[in-house]
Every structure is written in structure tokens, then in C-alpha cells.
């Protein structure tokens, strides 16, 4: 029996040209136009410490992309992605548990399409959030149109009120935008 491969998941703050790139590709493979911001935004936010641009790192091997806004005590996964070659062999679990531990002592918490809603990618959403509840994160039971889009609230050992999950996004991209995300019943 030969023994299992040991994974370590990095992440590693991106500030440099070649893995700004290789995020910037990933991010635009991986989210439909319409839910992904101005890359060059985020990273104008990364320069005023609003957002962290992380690349996933496996032994220096790029595997993934996690992109988050801060405020306070919070942290929302704005985006996160696995490159297409390594999904479905648990480098999102590792990639997860690596953004726990830095995060460690904040409110983690994530958006995920509607599962409640009819789709073209259903079935997608619907693996996509068993993914996340099998990783540890629950349903907090809040839901919103985020920019046209239905979304559902998960978090990592923690709650959020509809106010808090604002805040975020009044903080890191203004009341304007803020404006623009409505509560669902």
C-alpha cells in the first residue's frame, strides 16, 4: 500500500504580475459576466486593504483563485474557484480550510446562487452548496438579489444579520452599490 499524497494549501496574497494574471484568467473562465465586478476594482479595493486577492498554492502550483471583502469583524468570499484540472480531488476543501484558519477569529461568510430558484445551472447551485455544507459552512437563512442575481447567505460557525452582510459592501464598494442588493423574504 503505497501511502497518500500530503496537500498543502497556500494562500498567497497576490500583488505580483504573473499570478495577477493567472487569477484575473480564472476569474473570468470560472464566473458569467454578469456576477463578476472590474477586475481592475478589485484590486484597487486590494491596494486600500478592502479586499484580499489570494492565490491557492499547492508546492508553488497554482490551483485556485479566493477573493474576499473586509469589514470590521467580517469577511465575505466574494469569489472562489478551483482551476478547471484540479476540481473534484479536494483541493476546495483544502483551499477552505486554509481561508478558516487565516481568518481565524472573523465572521466568515460566502453568497451562493439560489438553489430555491429555477435555472438553466440548478443541478450546478445545488452541488455547488452541498460542497459548501459538507465543508462545515451552514445556512443562515438570508437571501438577496445581489446586482440581479439571487443569492443565499452561508457562514462559517458564525450569524450575520441582513444589516451586517450590507455593511460589507457599503464599506468596500460604497452606499450606492449597497443600494443595489435587495433582501429576499
Known amino acids: 500500500m503505497t501511502p497518500e499524497k500530503e496537500y498543502f494549501m497556500q494562500l498567497t496574497n ?44 499547492e508546492n508553488g502550483d497554482f490551483c485556485g483563485l479566493a477573493i474576499t ?47 430555491l430558484a429555477e435555472s438553466a445551472n440548478k443541478s450546478q447551485r445545488i452541488k455547488r452548496k452541498r460542497f459548501y455544507l459538507k465543508n462545515q459552512l451552514t445556512e443562515l437563512n438570508l437571501y438577496a438579489n445581489v446586482f440581479g442575481t439571487d443569492m443565499e447567505l452561508l457562514a462559517y460557525q458564525t450569524s450575520l444579520t441582513f444589516d451586517e452582510y450590507i455593511g460589507v459592501y457599503k464599506t468596500v464598494y460604497g452606499q450606492e452599490k449597497a443600494a443595489c442588493i435587495k433582501r429576499l423574504p
Not at 77 to 103: S, T
Open 69 to 115: 471583502m473586509k469589514a470590521e469583524d467580517l469577511v465575505l468570499l466574494d469569489y472562489f474557484a478551483i482551476v478547471r484540472e484540479k476540481r473534484g480531488k479536494g483541493y476546495g476543501k483544502m483551499a477552505l480550510e486554509a481561508l478558516f484558519a487565516h481568518f481565524n477569529g472573523k465572521r466568515f461568510f460566502l453568497e451562493i446562487e439560489s438553489t
Open 14 to 57: 497576490a500583488t505580483d504580475a504573473i499570478r495577477i494574471h493567472k487569477i484575473e484568467s480564472l476569474y473570468t473562465e470560472a464566473f458569467p459576466a454578469c456576477e463578476r465586478k472590474p477586475f481592475s476594482l478589485i484590486c484597487q479595493k486590494q491596494s486600500q486593504g478592502l479586499t484580499d486577492i489570494f492565490a491557492l498554492e
